[in-house]
């Protein structure tokens, strides 16, 4: 299996403009997880899916951030508009089952610079 | 308020010696626990996590945890250590509910020393 796939790797943009981070989960996994990681804050759970639906966006910073999954093999994580202390690596984890059960797989993160 | 304590930002310890990483939560329930690793070039991994049951939990490459609820403490441990455990490692505490909250700790780097 070729992992969690996260696509860009590496993201530069400018204030004000609109990023789009795209996930792919292993297949077969029910859960996918989107973390950020800053400096200043650390790790932090935004979202996590089951079965395609959100479950829990509590740790979503703010309305210029979305998430969506629009089926098993994919999901996207956006920001409009984008500022700078948007800057960070954001991870996109899978696992079959939950957080009891399942073991989270993380992709390879993309590291995102708002300029 | 929930929270969780990694009191050492760094830790070192000599190839083959024990080592332990620490950690202490507070949470409103009762807890899930975790633990990750973020090695320099391989991103971050999962070690292991504490649901129910018994309190000696055991993870990958070798490490353990021991949940302790009436110290509220899930330090990482491992009985004899690699230089390529050199790593950033995180702890993590979750209420036991699907809606609940996840808090990390802020991270202790270990290095191994051959």
């Known amino acids: 299996d070729a992992g969690v796939i996260q696509s860009p790797r590496h993201e530069v943009t400018e204030m004000g403009q609109e990023v789009t981070l795209r996930c792919k989960p292993i297949?077969?996994?029910?859960?996918l997880f989107w973390y950020r990681q800053t400096m200043m804050r650390g790790l932090e759970l935004l979202i996590y899916?089951?079965?395609?639906?959100?479950?829990?966006d509590s740790g979503m910073p703010e309305d210029r951030f979305s998430a969506k999954m629009p089926n098993a093999s994919f999901s996207t994580l956006k920001i409009q508009p984008s500022e700078p202390r948007d800057s960070a690596v954001y991870f996109c984890?899978?696992?079959?089952?939950?957080?009891?059960?399942?073991?989270?797989?993380f992709g390879p993160g993309t590291r995102l610079l708002v300029l | 308020a929930q929270s969780v304590a990694q009191p050492e930002d760094q830790v070192n310890v000599a190839e083959g010696n024990p080592l332990t990483v620490k950690c202490t939560y507070s949470?409103?329930?009762?807890?899930?626990l975790f633990w990750y690793v973020q090695y320099p070039n391989r991103g971050l991994q999962f070690l292991l996590k504490?649901?129910?049951?018994?309190?000696l939990v055991k993870g990958s490459y070798g490490f353990e945890a021991e949940f302790n609820k009436s110290q509220t403490s899930f330090h990482l441990k491992k009985p004899s250590a690699l230089v390529s455990d050199s790593a950033l490692y995180f702890c993590a505490v979750r209420d036991n509910t699907n809606a609940g909250k996840s808090t990390f700790g802020d991270g202790t780097t270990l290095t191994v020393k051959p």
């Open positions: 949470v409103s329930g009762n807890p899930y």
């Open positions: 899916f089951n079965n395609n639906v959100p479950i829990d």
């Open positions: 504490y649901i129910t049951g018994d309190n």
């Open positions: 984890a899978s696992s079959l089952g939950g957080w009891d059960q399942g073991t989270q797989y």
């Open positions: 297949s077969g996994h029910d859960y």
